[in-house]
């Protein structure tokens, strides 16, 4: 009732909130359940640092900054600026990893691709759900 005639502005805000939730939801179950992997020495992830040439004593650093992303991306709901950090840190994160696995010339580098295309797009609902750009 309270929309304006022709106006679609509710429905798509209602849209789009659905999209940043199922978007920012599943980048932090998939980066929380990385980070899990990084904290027990999955041989996955070991088979992988090795291959991109990281030290393994960097597993659980590294596993940190997943869980803390993944934490980040959660607490955005309430405090939306700590929701924009996380993601941006995730970009940052996996823009790393994209380059770690370009610069060893692994071509085994779609997972790394696909959790920068889940960060980035949890950024970019991000930004246009809170209309920051």
């Given amino acids: ?17 659905v999209t940043y939730l199922v978007i920012t939801i599943l980048a932090a179950l998939a980066n929380g359940y990385a980070a899990c992997l990084d904290f027990v020495g999955a041989e996955s992830v070991k088979v992988v640092a090795d291959r991109v040439q990281v030290s393994r004593r ?7 900054l997943l869980a803390s992303g993944a934490v980040g991306l959660l607490a955005g709901f309430a405090v939306p600026a700590i929701g924009t950090a996380a993601a941006t840190g995730l970009v940052v994160y996996f ?12 071509r085994q580098i779609g997972p790394a691709v696909l959790f920068l295309l889940l960060a980035a797009a949890a950024l970019t609902t991000d930004l246009a759900y809170h209309n920051r750009w």
């Fill in 1 to 17: 009732m309270g929309r304006l005639s022709g106006s679609s502005r509710g429905a798509c805000l209602g849209g789009m909130h």
């Fill in 58 to 64: 960097w597993m659980v650093p590294l596993g940190g």
């Fill in 95 to 106: 823009t790393c990893a994209v380059t770690a696995h370009l610069r060893v010339r692994d």
